[in-house]
């Protein structure tokens, strides 16, 4: 049974051995000694690197208003069914004003006497020389008073129509008719239609690096799946206290008219761009020590293929692309497939290599 054992053994060894690499033999002075491993390679060429941030922002209309009433009363007529869209200036809503009228009425007529009696005054001061100046000036206040309270009470009339401020869709109503409004109650929601926005936060590390009008990446989950491309049109100058966020605004494409308040939108937003660098992958970055190393290809004294050990020194990543700021440079042949088996001086059987001019020898 032990005899058994050992020379299962020694099969699966052997097995072992021819997946991951080649035993080569001496061969009269010609041929490496030792065993070569299976390993893959690519010839470094400049990049192009970008990293990107992912961050959920809400869709908001830039107009997106309540209406308030101005003045107290029953609502006597809604013009305007809710979700049809409106006009600027167009007329949305009516407050009962016949109590308005009446008033206007009695300080038109006081307004009026209280002008007459001062034109008296005055004329007969004036060309008489009856009463005095005293009882002129008040008789021209009194007169000023009652007009402006007459031209107030214009204004409370005119402001018992609640009109539309911009192009927009009415949204809901507060009030049904019949209700009574007192003055600074919501009334009405306005939202308007023509310039949608994406509001998010970015995290308080990236506030150098955020400009406005640089190009945004966005995405609805519950619409159609396709990118959009926005622009950011504002970035807030102070940091939200509670989560260390800063306020930005991102513009939709105007085209697209099936955004709604308060969607989810996806944001990928630029943070950097460097070209003409040295991208290695991380699962190629072994940690040794306190340093950051990697495999090239080299040749060794006979001039055989043998793994190089290269300390480099890192830069930015964006999920599993490093940039190499030294250690490495453009045409030298990284070894990728089979890196992890190696040590410096390791004898090399490359299978594949991504230098075209290598594969077309």
Do not use: H
């Not at 209309?61 to 009363?73: C, Q, W, Y």
């Not at 697209?256 to 630029?270: C, F, G």
């Amino acid at each position: 049974m032990k005899k058994f054992n050992l020379a299962v053994l020694i099969i699966a060894m052997a097995s072992i051995a021819a997946c991951s690499g080649s035993e080569v033999t001496e061969n009269e002075g010609d041929e490496p000694v030792g065993k070569s491993v299976n390993v893959k390679t690519r010839v470094l060429e400049p990049e192009t690197f970008k990293s990107w941030l992912r961050v959920v922002g809400n869709v908001e209309s830039k107009n997106d208003i309540m209406i308030s009433a101005e003045v107290g009363g029953r609502v006597l007529e809604q013009l305007v069914d809710e979700g049809e869209r409106v006009r600027k200036g167009q007329v949305i809503l009516r407050i009962n004003d016949a109590k308005l009228q009446e008033e206007k009425a009695r300080l038109e007529a006081a307004s009026e006497q209280a002008r007459e009696n001062y034109e008296r005054l005055q004329r007969i001061y004036e060309e008489d020389g009856i009463g005095s100046e005293i009882d002129v000036l008040n008789a021209k206040f009194n007169f000023q008073q009652s007009n402006s309270a007459f031209k107030s009470v214009k204004v409370d009339i005119e402001n018992a129509t609640l009109e539309a401020p911009f192009d927009g869709l009415v949204e809901s109503y507060l009030l049904e008719e019949g209700e009574v409004a007192s003055p600074g109650m919501q009334v009405v929601r306005l939202i308007g239609t023509d310039n949608y926005i994406v509001s998010a936060g970015v995290p308080a590390r990236y506030a150098n690096v955020i400009q406005t009008g640089e190009e945004v990446e966005l995405w609805f989950d519950s619409q159609n799946p396709d990118t959009l491309s926005g622009t950011i049109s504002y970035v807030g100058n102070s940091i939200d206290p509670l989560n260390r966020t800063f306020r930005i605004e991102v513009l939709l494409p105007e085209q697209n008219r099936s955004y709604k308040v308060d969607m989810i939108a996806n944001l990928r937003l630029l943070t950097l761009t460097e070209e003409n660098v040295v991208i290695v992958s991380e699962e190629y970055i072994y940690k040794e020590e306190n340093d950051f190393i990697v495999f090239v290809k080299a040749e060794n004294e006979n001039g055989y293929p043998v793994g190089k050990r290269r300390v480099v020194q890192l830069g930015p990543s964006f999920k599993s692309d490093v940039i190499i700021r030294s250690g490495l440079g453009f045409g030298d042949e990284l070894i990728t497939t089979g890196s992890a088996f190696l040590n410096d001086g390791a004898l090399l059987n490359i299978v594949e290599s991504s230098n075209s001019d290598l594969a077309a020898q």
